[in-house]
């Protein structure tokens, strides 16, 4: 299977067929107009495609992957491209299939609770479909306006609303994907039972574009909550950031989100996107909490927080410019840290929840003995005991320190990836998350529906 040393585009007959399906303006081959799909958000991965190609629906995608069988070519699917982990941008020669126009949505079923959507839908755009319906879409994240309802899928992502409706795959309910061998599968009945044999679409979500396309899916919605109030709270440490989690989950009748962040976190994003500091005094560690419910839950939420002493100060915020700048303190922490320099190292991990204060007190500690300029900054989502360790100063091709704190969380019993993927950055820790068994049977089921390798080559197994 080709990837590098394709032929001049002019020349290539893969481009010539991938017109006649989809049409001359939606193959791109100039590098003036694939450089946007071949470098990742974070400008750590890029590589050259051997042309960008944007089918218009199910079908066209299929005849584009069986065009690509036909001529032996790997195949990379693209959503948004604001992956964290360099598995949705081309390593060299691939066909790179964005989904930018898959971006169909159908009416809400309002009986279901469920839609119908493309893969190319954003997130942003789900969100307004499903509130103008009354209903909310339960994941939510920072790079709503640009990242898809595919790329979301095929990376699992959680986000800052896993606490209270799980993550993305607690919300796919079916999927239409297209197979390596162009064979198209579809289950968007929306079924709530439905045991016919093995679970594609669960099996599809997570798979990172390695095992199908996804083209469309079918998506559960919940009640859109009448009212919203969210909350700083300021306290001294990861442990009695922890504390308030468990007390306010006990407490309040609908916790929506509980984010953490640090002095040093709020800081950054003061000096790069200008805003205010939410407190006059500075403090360690901040919770950012949001509660919903039919009622108005702000007394409630105010009672909870009286009752805890652990909390050193409070910020309020009930209406929406209130509540979207105390968002922007957290929102803003990967473009922040983005622009301190080169890019940074972003380990996105997860523990069980007692281990999180180790794993907040060790990380800068084992980073620290390899690198003492190494700046550490720790925020994520706390309810999901999943934290954003992420590493400013050493190269980016010196992955020592990433290997030290993935050693750790291994040690503390957690994960190396809470919900950003493998991509191409973690291939070689997944054997400190998944034991030989394990990766045999990941293996065997890639080998058996893409025997190939033709889908995502170099993305979560190591070729
Ligand atoms: P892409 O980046 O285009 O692709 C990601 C992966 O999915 C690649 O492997 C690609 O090949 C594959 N893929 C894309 N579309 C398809 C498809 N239709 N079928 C099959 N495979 C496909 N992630 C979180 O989990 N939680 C967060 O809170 C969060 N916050 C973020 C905040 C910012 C500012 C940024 C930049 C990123 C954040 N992310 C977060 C990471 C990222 O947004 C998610 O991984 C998201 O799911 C990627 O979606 P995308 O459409 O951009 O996919
Ligand atoms: C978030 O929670 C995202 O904001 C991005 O998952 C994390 O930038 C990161 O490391
Ligand atoms: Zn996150």
Not at 59 to 85: F, I, P, S, Y
Not at 276 to 303: I, K, N, Q, S
Not at 383 to 405: E, Q, S, T, W, Y
Request: hydrophobic share 45%.
């Amino acid at each position: 299977m080709s990837t590098t040393g394709s032929p001049p585009a002019a020349a290539d007959p893969l481009v010539a067929a991938l017109s006649d399906i989809v049409g001359d303006d939606h193959v791109l081959t100039d590098a003036a107009l694939t450089a946007a799909y071949e470098t990742d958000w974070t400008r750590r991965w890029s590589g050259r495609a051997r042309c960008v190609v944007r089918p218009a629906d199910t079908d066209q995608t299929a005849v584009v992957v069986r065009a690509c069988v036909e001529h032996d070519a790997a195949v990379l699917a693209q959503g948004g491209n604001t992956g964290l982990v360099g598995g949705g941008v081309p390593r060299g020669g691939e066909v790179v299939v964005s989904t930018g126009r898959l971006t169909g949505l159908d009416p809400v079923d309002t009986v279901a609770g469920q839609v119908t959507a493309g893969a190319g839908v954003t997130i942003a755009a789900l969100h307004d479909h499903a509130a103008a319906a009354g209903f909310a879409y339960g994941v939510d994240l920072g790079a709503r306006d640009s990242a898809t309802v595919g790329g979301t899928i095929a990376t699992a992502a959680g986000g800052v609303r896993v606490v209270r409706y799980g993550s993305t795959r607690a919300q796919v309910m079916g999927v239409e994907a297209v197979l390596p061998d162009g064979s198209v599968i579809s289950r968007l009945d929306g079924l709530v039972k439905d045991n016919v044999g093995y679970d594609l679409p669960a099996l599809l979500t997570g798979s990172e574009g390695t095992l199908g396309i996804v083209t469309r899916a079918r998506l559960r919605l919940h009640p859109r909550p009448a009212h919203r109030v969210a909350a700083l709270l300021a306290v001294g440490s990861v442990a009695e950031a922890l504390e308030v989690f468990t007390a306010l989950r006990a407490a309040v009748d609908e916790l929506a989100a509980v984010e953490l962040i640090t002095h040093e976190g709020i800081e950054l994003v003061v000096e790069h996107a200008g805003g205010t500091r939410p407190f006059d005094e500075p403090h360690p560690v901040c919770l950012l909490v949001e509660v919903t419910g039919r009622d108005d839950p702000t007394d409630a939420l105010a009672a909870a927080v009286a009752d805890l002493p652990v909390v050193r100060d409070a910020a309020v915020a009930a209406d929406p410019p209130a509540r979207a700048r105390l968002w922007r303190l957290r929102e803003g922490h990967t473009e922040a840290i983005s622009a301190v320099g080169p890019p940074p190292h972003k380990l996105d991990v997860s523990v069980p929840l007692p281990a999180l204060p180790e794993l907040a007190a060790r990380a800068p500690e084992v980073v620290a003995a390899l690198d003492t300029t190494a700046r550490v900054v720790l925020f994520g989502h706390v309810g999901d005991g999943n934290l954003h360790v992420n590493i400013i100063g050493p190269n980016p091709d010196d992955d020592r320190v990433d290997r030290a704190v993935f050693e750790l969380v291994a040690e503390l019993g957690g994960s190396i990836s809470a919900e950003h993927g493998i991509g191409v950055h973690k291939l070689a820790y997944v054997g400190l998350g998944r034991d030989a068994a394990d990766r045999a049977a990941m293996r065997r089921i890639k080998d058996a529906l893409d025997p190939d390798g033709r889908f995502n080559p170099g993305v979560l197994f190591e070729d």
